[in-house]
Antibody
Framework: QVRLVQSGAEVKKPGASVKVSCKAS????????IHWVRQAPGQGLEWMGW????????NLAQKFQGRVTMTRDTPISMAYMEVTRLRSDDTAIYYC??????????WGQGTPVTVSS | SSELTQDPVVSVALGQTVRITCQGD??????ASWYQQKPGQAPVLVIS???NRPSGIPDRFSGSSSRNTASLTITGAQAEDEADYYC???????????FGGGTKLTVL
């Protein structure tokens, strides 16, 4: 069965960076996009972007361009999402999800990231 | 504000039918998918491409779309259907993804 297992919770100071990992299994890794979606406390879902594991190409929401990097390591079916210059409003649960360009079929368990001085 | 608009709160009596809607100009051109999120859990895809139900999703969940509105219908709502529901589709730029603001469904 499809599984996406994410790295554990992080606590960071403002201005630092965080890198979240997502280990995929149960399907052909390069055949589906990996999306990243975040959810601030008590808020809705916010799409951040996707990476095409086959080509490495990315498509980021405009507000994250220049501050977010998405990468992958295909031999080990891992995807990564790094956010730099963290701010307090980056405090959120970060999810990876696999699917097509728009449809998100399966989601990881989420990685809480807290930004606090 | 989101390009996709959802009612923030909807309620339904146990066993009755409820429709949750998602409005946006993008939906005239692109299909919508629906996700269920229970407290403390990751979202789960319940309807894709307007009206396709993934395996394992109960058949009381169905979807439809007309003009600029996509709808998720739960026929015979159960207590376990109480959750937040989000729609998503392509954004106006065509290559981005957008989510609706979410609808909190209460089963009375």
């Amino acid at each position: 069965q499809v599984r996406l297992v994410q790295s554990g919770a992080e606590v960071k100071k403002p201005g630092a960076s965080v890198k979240v990992s997502c280990k995929a299994s149960g399907y052909t890794f390069i055949a589906y996009y990996i999306h990243w979606v975040r959810q601030a406390p008590g808020q809705g879902l916010e799409w951040m972007g996707w990476i095409n594991p086959h080509s490495g190409g990315t498509n980021l929401a405009q507000k994250f361009q220049g501050r977010v990097t998405m990468t992958r390591d295909t031999p080990i079916s891992m995807a990564y999402m790094e956010v730099t210059r963290l701010r307090s409003d980056d405090t959120a649960i970060y999810y990876c999800a696999m699917g097509g360009a728009i449809k998100l079929n399966y989601w990881g368990q989420g990685t809480p990231v807290t930004v606090s001085s | 504000s989101s390009e996709l608009t959802q009612d923030p709160v909807v309620s339904v009596a146990l066993g009755q039918t409820v429709r949750i809607t998602c409005q946006g100009d993008n939906l005239r051109t692109f299909s919508a998918s629906w996700y269920q999120q229970k407290p403390g859990q990751a979202p789960v895809l319940v309807i894709s491409d307007n009206n396709n139900r993934p395996s394992g999703i109960p058949d009381r969940f169905s979807g439809s779309s007309s003009r600029n509105t996509a709808s998720l219908t739960i026929t015979g709502a159960q207590a376990e259907d109480e959750a937040d529901y989000y729609c998503n589709s392509r954004g106006s730029s065509g290559d981005h993804v957008v989510f609706g603001g979410g609808t909190k469904l209460t089963v009375l």
